[in-house]
């Protein structure tokens, strides 16, 4: 168990419909990260807050948003939703001072069905 | 760009050594990361290398060429729980967002 949660574990919904995914990260971790996990694509940078202010972006597209909280956990809308957007989205989070050795702790996952 | 190149898949022998080499084009580089996920899983953290050299971490042990943009993942003593998908990952950028780039993985399947 990584410390950092994520709901919910699984989630199928219909093309064009808008979904929120929620994370948590490890008690005293500032930092979060979101990635898409596709079966072609491989693990895939979406977006990183620290301490409730973006700090870095990977492709994420416009239908997608996300924000971190004043409590640090956040959450990853995704709108317009396709078939391709079915994947596993991961949350990640990193100690309080990026840098080092401080590697990313993964959460569960949320498993996204497209229909 | 970015660029980060595993083979996609291996077999190796219960008992036996195996090797998982990685090469990497990034624009930025500050450390690279070998995880270990199992289907459906989350990633976990195998090992960490900033610096030119091996870093060894009981049966997993990890080496890193900055100047030929190369690592390799070396696991001793296979066990058939190694089975599972091994991840190459670059942070990129410095420090400042420890943002990660991940090759598309190594898939491992451990036979008797």
């Known amino acids: 168990d990584s410390g950092v949660t994520q709901t919910p574990k699984h989630l199928i919904t219909a093309t064009g419909q808008r979904v929120t995914l929620r994370c948590s990260p490890r008690s005293g971790d500032l930092s979060v990260y979101w990635y898409q996990q596709s079966l072609d694509q491989g693990l895939q940078f979406l977006i990183q807050?620290?301490?409730?202010?973006?700090?870095a972006k990977g492709n994420i597209l416009e239908r997608f948003s996300a924000q971190q909280f004043p409590d640090l956990h956040s959450e990853l809308n995704l709108s317009s939703l396709e078939l391709g957007d079915s994947a596993l989205y991961f949350c990640a989070s990193s100690p309080k001072y990026p840098g080092g050795s401080s590697e990313q702790y993964f959460g569960p996952g949320t498993r996204l069905t497209v229909t | 760009g970015q660029n980060i190149d595993q083979p996609t898949e291996m077999t190796a022998t219960e008992g036996a050594i195996v090797q998982i080499n990685c090469t990497y084009q990034?624009?930025?580089?500050?450390?690279l990361f070998w995880y270990q996920q199992h289907a459906g899983e989350a990633p976990t953290f195998l090992s960490y290398?900033?610096?030119?050299g091996l870093e060894e971490k009981g049966r997993f042990s990890s080496f890193l060429s900055r100047s030929k943009g190369y690592s390799y993942l070396l696991l001793k003593e296979l066990q058939m729980k190694d089975s599972a998908s091994y991840l190459c990952?670059?942070?990129?950028?410095?420090?400042?967002?420890?943002?990660?780039?991940f090759g598309t993985g190594t898939l491992l399947a451990v036979q008797p």
């Open positions: 990952a670059v942070r990129d950028n410095g420090g400042a967002t420890n943002k990660l780039i």
């Open positions: 990034t624009s930025g580089f500050n450390g």
């Open positions: 290398n900033v610096l030119d």
């Open positions: 807050y620290y301490n409730g202010e973006e700090r």
